[in-house]
């Protein structure tokens, strides 16, 4: 039998709540596909940082390493532990010390969730972020100077480099070349950002050469946001920087209908690392402990992890029970209009994956 070790890291919040919730479902596609995941799930989180004055044990990179795939929920808990300390010994160092270079972050409206393009029925929303996950506005470049006295300093450098936008740009690229429409979008803001933005720019332009079949179109960030709500339907894929494709892929949630239903793949198409999925959504303590948390956009995170783990009919069959449920409509989350919990929904979609095919 085909298996898979799967680190599982619930974290902070709601993602104690989703994760769980989410599991069941990959279980359940196991079971119906006949492959076993065999999860070790990992308590570390703010908690864990309360106990042990870290967010993980010293070999903690390594414990993750002898896995096939990673698992998380959400990072955070910023009563406990300031939100820069939590998730720069976290994810943001997963992201980085195994080089998980692409953030692969699909936007796609399912069928009948109400959100704010519901009045223009037939609008087709099917957009693809790619963003840069190694470095950029994340480097973790920078220091402060003189703190705490009125002449202070902080400074935080932006880091673009050849290898790390080229890499991007090519997955990007690649990845157009595959769907349908063939058309790329490079968010940028090279009126403004003279240094970075310009040299962005110009490696999607070289790249470009290498793909004349693909049809790329430059916009600044400003007018990108603005292009998502009134003309979804003429994106594809779009190529950002990391912090770009951290704003946009929330505004794409929000199009979706909530937080509660985009997912993330941060990954190593190399392979050289486990690759990580996550829900796009945060810990979000402002519902965490009421079993409210949709967990859609966990489901959908591990659809992509089962799809690259190369298991792709159980990946379909996830997503289709994943849209059943979702246009039925009789069991739903309360942020996309229901009074059902979050293990009621996993339930309802993992019931319509063991009944797939
Ligand atoms: P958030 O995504 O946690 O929440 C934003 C809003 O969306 C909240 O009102 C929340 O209730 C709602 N929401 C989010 N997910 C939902 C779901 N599944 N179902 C229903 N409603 C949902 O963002 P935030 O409030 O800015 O951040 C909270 C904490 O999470 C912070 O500590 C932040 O740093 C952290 N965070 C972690 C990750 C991660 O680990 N990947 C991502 C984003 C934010
Ligand atoms: C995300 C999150 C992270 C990011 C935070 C928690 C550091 O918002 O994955 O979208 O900004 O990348
Ligand atoms: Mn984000």
Request: hydrophobic fraction near 40%; proline fraction near 6%.
């Amino acid at each position: 039998m085909r298996r898979y070790s799967i680190a599982v890291i619930p974290g902070d919040g709601i993602g104690k709540e989703v994760t769980p919730a989410a599991m069941r479902v990959f279980q359940a596609a196991a079971r119906r596909y006949g492959f076993a995941l065999e999860e070790t799930v990992y308590p570390w989180s703010c908690d864990y940082y309360k106990e042990h004055g870290r967010m993980m044990p010293e070999d903690g990179l390594e414990q993750l390493a002898r896995h096939d795939a990673i698992f998380l929920g959400a990072i955070g808990n910023p009563a406990i532990v300031p939100d820069h300390i939590a998730l720069r010994q976290s994810l943001l160092l997963w992201r980085q010390a195994f080089d998980l270079y692409i953030n692969l972050r699909p936007v796609k409206v399912l069928p009948g969730i109400p959100g704010p393009l519901r009045e223009r029925p037939g609008l087709k929303v099917d957009m693809v972020f790619v963003r840069e996950n190694s470095e950029g506005e994340y480097a973790g470049i920078g220091g402060r100077l003189r703190p705490g006295t009125p002449d202070e300093v902080a400074v935080q450098t932006t880091v673009f480099t050849r290898l790390g936008v080229e890499r991007v740009m090519r997955y990007a690229f690649e990845l157009a070349r595959r769907r349908p429409a063939k058309r790329l979008a490079c968010a940028t803001k090279s009126n403004a950002i003279q240094y970075t933005m310009v040299f962005w720019n110009e490696v999607c332009r070289e790249v470009a050469k290498e793909y004349p079949d693909v049809e790329v179109t430059m916009y600044h960030i400003d007018a990108l946001a603005a292009r998502m709500v009134t003309h979804p339907e003429t994106l594809d894929v779009v190529v950002t920087s990391n912090l770009f494709g951290d704003i946009l892929t929330d505004l794409g949630g929000a199009l979706q209908g909530s937080l509660g239903l985009p997912a993330s793949g941060n990954i190593d198409p190399r392979r050289n690392k486990p690759s990580l999925f996550e829900p796009v959504h945060g810990s979000a303590p402002d519902i965490a402990g009421r079993g409210i948390a949709n967990p859609m956009a966990a489901i959908w995170a591990g659809q992509m992890m089962l799809e690259f783990l190369g298991e792709e009919e159980a990946a379909r069959g996830v997503m289709e029970a994943l849209e059943a449920v979702a246009a039925e409509g009789r069991v739903r989350t309360p942020d996309i209009g229901g009074t059902s919990t979050t293990d009621e929904v996993a339930a309802a979609v993992a019931e319509k994956v063991a009944q797939s095919r």
